[in-house]
Nanobody
Framework: QVRLVESGGGSVQAGDSLRLSCHASIDTFNTIAMGWFRQTPGKERAEREFVAAISWTGKITNYTDSVKGRFTVSRDNAKKTVSLLMNSLEPDDTAVYFC??????????????????WGQGTQVTVSS
């Protein structure tokens, strides 16, 4: 059974940092791309915002414009984990953050429909 479990969310002040982690119980973890999305109140699952993604090798990453230079995505294939380091957090970063895994594709996807497996989400709240 595939499971993605996020951790590391919390409530912080603007300018602070948080590190989100996601452990994936997927046998083929080292062959698939992973992504991070976020969802704010009133948005449907299909409207989750792409945040960052990383290829199966970890050599290729992609970020939404609003987080470039502030967020860093990384992965450890031996530990089957993907992380999102978030620096200089802003109130607009407040959301539930979801870890996502592609089913068989090692290349990055930036759309919700590109990902098959999802975690339960972790809340990030940034106050001004």
């Amino acid at each position: 059974q595939v499971r993605l479990v996020e951790s590391g969310g919390g409530s912080v002040q603007a300018g602070d940092s948080l590190r989100l982690s996601c452990h994936a119980s997927i046998d083929t973890f080292n062959t698939i791309a992973m992504g991070w999305f976020r969802q704010t109140p009133g948005k449907e699952r299909a409207e989750r915002e792409f945040v960052a993604a990383i290829s199966w090798t970890g050599k290729i990453t992609n970020y939404t414009d609003s987080v470039k230079g502030r967020f860093t995505v990384s992965r450890d294939n031996a530990k089957k984990t993907v992380s999102l380091l978030m620096n200089s957090l802003e109130p607009d970063d407040t959301a539930v953050y979801f870890c996502a895994a592609r089913k068989t594709n090692g290349r990055i996807g930036i759309n919700v429909k590109d990902y098959t497996y999802w975690g339960q989400g972790t809340q990030v709240t940034v106050s001004s």
